[in-house]
């Protein structure tokens, strides 16, 4: 079992930066795919960002595309977030998910994904 915790949220002014840190425990977090989703009040969960396993390829939203940078350092067994020019609606919950599978590729699919970290709030607002 793999267990996820995130941190990093907060209060941010539209225009700011923001990075999410997700932290990954047990399994080999080196052969998995990881992605960042979230999740705004009234709405369904929604793939934001994902990286294959190597870190080779990076997979994004086309709203947040050119906005957000997703990385990781397999050594820390950790996967970044980077929000560069956040906007009031990037504001939601945001979730990190893993994807136990191997593959050489990240899917963008809500149901590829099978461990879930709680979640850290991110509102964009004045």
């Known amino acids: 079992q793999v267990r996820l915790v995130e941190s990093g949220g907060c209060l941010v002014q539209p225009g700011g930066s923001l990075r999410l840190s997700c932290s990954a425990s047990?399994?080999?977090?080196?052969?998995?795919?990881m992605a960042w989703f979230r999740q705004a009040p009234g709405k369904e969960r929604e793939f934001v960002s994902a990286?294959?396993?190597?870190?080779?390829?990076?997979y994004y939203a086309d709203s947040v595309k050119d906005r957000f940078t997703i990385s990781r350092v397999n050594a820390e067994n950790t996967v970044y977030l980077q929000m560069d020019n956040l906007k009031a609606e990037d504001t939601a919950v945001y979730y990190c998910?893993?994807?136990?599978?191997?593959?050489?590729?990240?899917?963008?699919?809500?149901?590829?994904?099978?461990?879930w970290g709680q979640g850290t709030q991110v509102t964009g607002s004045s």
């Open positions: 998910a893993v994807d136990v599978y191997v593959r050489d590729y990240a899917s963008a699919l809500l149901d590829a994904y099978n461990y």
């Open positions: 047990g399994g080999t977090f080196s052969t998995y795919a």
């Open positions: 990286i294959s396993r190597s870190g080779v390829n990076e």
